[in-house]
């Protein structure tokens, strides 16, 4: 039977709807509902303590990451597309991995406690409740690799919006009941990750009588080896990229103080969010793609294809910066509230190093493909390294803006060693002419945004935030349409006029 237009049509359009939209939708409301929860802690937190809270909730995803990632990489590697019995057998061996963990924590959390009981002075306070919410969020992030991995992408949505959402409730109450009590306010992390994780693994099946039949079997323990050996090597790469992301925030506060850590991480927090709002869809969306092209070793069509995705995305990232340093006054003010406003200088440049650090997925494809996870392994810890020399030589010079160009710097390098390295692989080529022209219009729309917004003298800090996006909008807009126009007419053939 033959397939019509309109078939073909309705078939990508529900493919969209169960797959990529549900995607989309868990990574933005997630990502929007963290902006909501870091307005609404700045707002009621003094910028040391919330420099404390940031520190701890750090520590807490950079040491869930070292704990559960090797889990989770296998997780994701080995559940998706599998028959039901192999699934069953996985979903145990999982099951066993995650045993595995929280035994390790709880041992841990017994040691710390009691070296704390023995001498309070060698114990922070906040140690045992950081290795309780470590758990939560290990067990979340495994869960959610196990929606994705069985293409339960509605459930994953919807686990990652509604621990966001209960995050936000819980914190209000902590800060109703305390309004300074940074223990009470990770506590409530906490709960709303491990709600959010029996959530997603009652969907994912785990809980299933098939799985935990096979808990004890020969064949579960045989699979638990396969995703501990194959966990293992990803790990590595996935550790050191991660701190050499979050090190700056690590050690703003030895280097800068307390204030500046609470300026710092709030403005690094807030761009953070709005990167990944723009970068994690397009990842999920292309990935697939470029493997199909590598798989069918077709090396010309993924070199274009990786080649035409960098271009754009270099682009777009000089767009999303213009765009900040021309919201970075109103937009500090309106989320972060007054007690924040210094950090406004910060954006831009926060903005530009999450950026740099979120296109290293992209440049390291050619890596991936060939399986190179050595030379991964090299990079990450090269821009581990210069990050946190930078951090030591630039932070007490510069302050905050030292720690935002350390990140800038090491984000950059990464992808500068990973293309060096990657085009002997895949010989893809970014258009430089066009990235030109797009970073040209989009620093001289910002700079004539912030002028002619600032002229207006608007007194509502949402009012003067819309006017300065709207008014970038507007400038950009026209004149990305003037330049197009102009190259159009450029190249249009002239007829020679008839004699």
């Not at 470590?134 to 949505?157: C, E, H, K, P």
């Amino acid at each position: 039977m033959a397939v019509t237009g309109g078939d073909a049509m309705n078939g990508r359009v529900k493919k969209v709807w169960s797959t990529y939209f549900p995607y989309v939708l868990g990574i933005c409301g997630n990502a929007a509902l963290n902006i909501v929860l870091i307005s609404l802690l700045t707002h009621r937190l003094v910028p040391a303590v919330y420099g404390s809270y940031v520190v701890s909730m750090t520590a807490v995803v950079l040491s869930s990451s070292v704990v559960g990632q090797w889990l989770q990489q296998a997780t994701g590697r080995y559940l998706a597309g599998v028959t039901a019995a192999a699934s069953s057998y996985t979903k145990a061996a999982v099951l066993l991995g995650i045993g595995g963990i929280l035994a390790v924590l709880a041992v841990f959390y017994i040691v710390t406690a009691l070296i704390g009981i023995l001498d309070s002075r060698l114990v922070d306070g906040l140690w045992l409740i950081d290795i309780a919410a470590i758990a939560a969020q290990t067990l979340f992030s495994l869960a959610g690799s196990a929606l994705q991995a069985g293409q339960r992408a509605w459930a994953y949505a919807l686990q990652q919006t509604c621990a966001g959402a209960l995050k936000i409730g819980l914190s209000e109450l902590v800060c109703q009941m305390s309004s300074q009590d940074v223990g009470a306010l990770i506590y409530a992390y906490a709960v709303a990750q491990l709600v959010g994780a029996a959530y997603g693994a009652w969907h994912a099946g785990f809980f299933h009588r098939d799985v935990l039949r096979r808990l004890g079997s020969r064949r579960a323990k045989l699979v638990f080896h396969k995703l501990r050996i194959y966990g293992g090597a990803m790990t590595v790469w996935f550790v050191f990229m991660n701190l050499a992301m979050y090190l700056d925030r690590l050690l703003i506060r030895g280097l800068g103080g307390a204030t500046m850590a609470g300026l710092y991480g709030a403005a690094s927090t807030l761009v953070v969010g709005s990167v990944s709002l723009v970068m994690a869809p397009i990842l999920a969306a292309t990935w697939p793609q470029l493997m199909v092209a590598w798989n069918m070793r077709n090396e010309q069509v993924a070199a274009r294809l990786l080649g035409d995705l960098l271009t754009w995305l270099l682009c777009a990232g000089a767009a999303l910066v213009a765009l900040v340093n021309a919201v970075a006054d109103p937009a500090t003010r309106l989320l972060l509230g007054d007690r924040f406003a210094a950090a406004s200088t910060l954006l831009p440049l926060l903005a530009a190093s999450a950026f740099s650090f979120s296109l290293g997925p992209f440049f390291h494809k050619p890596l991936e493909f060939k399986e190179k996870k050595i030379a991964m392994c090299l990079f990450a810890a090269a821009a581990l390294l210069l990050h946190g020399l930078l951090s030591v030589l630039l932070t007490p010079w510069l302050g905050g803006v030292g720690a935002g160009t350390a990140a800038l710097i090491a984000g950059s390098a990464y992808c500068v060693l990973c293309a060096v390295y990657g085009r002997k692989i895949v010989r893809w080529r970014v258009r430089t002419n066009l990235l030109a022209v797009i970073a040209v219009l989009a620093a001289m729309t910002s700079l004539a945004a912030r002028r002619i917004s600032a002229s207006w003298h608007i007194e509502s800090n949402l009012g003067s935030f819309v006017a300065a996006g709207a008014t970038f909008a507007v400038i950009f807009g026209v004149a990305l349409a003037v330049t197009v126009m102009l190259h159009i007419a450029r190249r249009r053939p002239r007829i020679p006029a008839i004699k």
